[in-house]
């Protein structure tokens, strides 16, 4: 099956730096990676997410990029906010038109500061 | 709000207790979710259900028992569980098995 690593596992930035967040995937065939969010009491909220056809994909201040060579994708956050501060999932899963399953990272806990 | 609420936010049982965690979507969408996050552990897939119909179940112990009576709610039945089934239980839908999860705020559960 997927198996999916996340790194790292905490990450302290000032606040206005940039953030970024690795994440490696193992089937070749996954082809669609979705981010999420989660803040303290609450469930995970997806911020951004991009498909094997592309390399990259922006949405204002987060970014998403893709290598499917190496079999990895990353997540950039530039100037970072004290509200960016929460925990961050990287998932991976192959899409076959009728079924996907999500396999998630173990999280990284991002933690900006004034 | 991501139009998926849960209930209870918090329960505490004891290993001979039965309860339900209960999940709503106001979403119009077919597919639900029941996940288990624990601490330093990627969030577990446990049951999928698509039109009221299960099509996963992860290998979960059958002291866990879903159910779906229709697309817009999902429960999950609670009896003689065990202490390290303490966790978030987050439940998640998405329009098709293949679209987007939108996940609720989940159930702490705290099994004594």
């Given at each position: 099956?997927?198996?999916v690593?996340?790194?790292?596992s905490?990450?302290s930035?000032?606040?206005?730096d940039?953030?970024?967040?690795k994440?490696t995937?193992s089937?070749s065939?996954s082809?669609y990676?979705p981010?999420?969010?989660q803040?303290?009491?609450k469930?995970p909220q997806?911020?951004i997410?991009?498909?094997?056809?592309?390399?990259?994909?922006k949405?204002?201040?987060?970014?998403?990029?893709?290598?499917?060579?190496?079999?990895?994708?990353?997540?950039?956050?530039?100037?970072t906010?004290?509200?960016d501060?929460a925990v961050y999932?990287?998932?991976?899963?192959r899409?076959?038109?009728?079924?996907?399953k999500?396999?998630?990272?173990?999280?990284?806990?991002?933690?900006?500061?004034? | 709000?991501?139009?998926v609420?849960?209930?209870?936010?918090?329960?505490?049982m004891g290993?001979?207790?039965?309860?339900?965690?209960?999940?709503?979507?106001?979403?119009?969408h077919?597919?639900?979710?029941?996940?288990?996050?624990?601490?330093?552990k990627?969030?577990?897939?446990?049951?999928?259900?698509?039109?009221?119909e299960?099509t996963?179940n992860?290998?979960?112990?059958?002291r866990?028992?879903?159910?779906?009576?229709?697309?817009?709610?999902?429960?999950?039945?609670?009896?003689?569980?065990q202490?390290?089934?303490?966790?978030l239980?987050?439940?998640?839908?998405?329009?098709?098995?293949t679209?987007?999860?939108?996940?609720?705020?989940?159930?702490?559960?705290t099994v004594?």
């Open positions: 099956g997927e198996n690593e996340q790194h790292p905490t990450l930035v000032q606040e206005g940039s953030a970024v967040i994440c995937y089937d065939a082809n990676f981010w999420y969010k803040e303290l009491g469930g997806l911020i997410d991009i498909r094997s056809n592309v390399g990259e994909k949405d204002q201040r987060i970014a998403v990029t893709l290598n499917k060579t190496a079999k990895h994708f990353s997540l950039h956050i530039t100037e906010q004290p509200e501060s999932f990287c998932a991976a899963s899409n076959t038109g009728t079924a996907s999500l396999t998630f990272g173990t999280g990284t806990r991002l933690q900006v500061t004034l | 709000e991501t139009g609420t849960q209930t209870p936010r918090h329960l505490v290993m001979t207790n039965k309860k339900s965690l209960k999940c709503e979507q106001h979403l119009g077919n597919a639900m979710y029941w996940y288990k996050q624990s601490a330093k990627p969030l577990e897939l446990m049951f999928v259900y698509n039109f009221k299960q996963e992860n290998s979960v112990p059958s866990f028992s879903p159910e779906c009576p229709n697309s817009s709610h999902l429960f999950l039945h609670l009896h003689t569980l202490p390290e089934d303490s966790a239980y987050l439940c998640a839908s998405s329009r098709g098995l679209d987007t999860q939108y996940f609720g705020p989940g159930t702490r559960l004594l």
